[in-house]
């Protein structure tokens, strides 16, 4: 009976420090399908897009920026759009770190919504 009840009280102290960490991500992930009806509506004009082709360099609209010169080339760009969407595309091997740390970039800059496109 000892063990069931230190296991049990184990697994309630878990969840009660587990739990308010679920509720304070970061990033938020909405559906496909929800975020395709949203995006069919906006014009592709209005959003501005990332691609990640290394750790160090980047195409901002189509434009290759170094890493270094993001927040200088980003910033003006999200001060001129209306909608201030960022969609950003990143290669299979751009490591999880400087993907992450795009995604905080452009939030930082004032990006008001970020979708991620794969492929």
């Known amino acids: 009976m000892t063990p069931l009840i230190d296991v049990s009280l184990v697994l309630v102290v878990i969840l009660m420090v587990a739990t308010p960490m679920a509720f304070q991500s970061s ?69 999880h770190g400087a993907f992450v740390g795009v995604l905080d970039d452009a939030k930082r800059l004032g990006a008001s919504d970020v979708a991620v496109v794969g492929g």
Not at 51 to 72: C, H, K, Q, Y
């Open 27 to 95: 990033l938020a992930v909405q559906r496909a399908a929800a975020s395709a009806r949203k995006a069919a509506l906006q014009s592709k004009a209005e959003r501005i897009e990332i691609e990640i082709v290394t750790a160090d360099s980047l195409v901002i609209n189509r434009a290759p920026v170094p890493r270094a010169r993001m927040e200088g080339t980003l910033k003006p760009l999200l001060e001129r759009s209306a909608t201030r969407v960022v969609v950003i595309r990143c290669a299979d091997t751009v490591p």
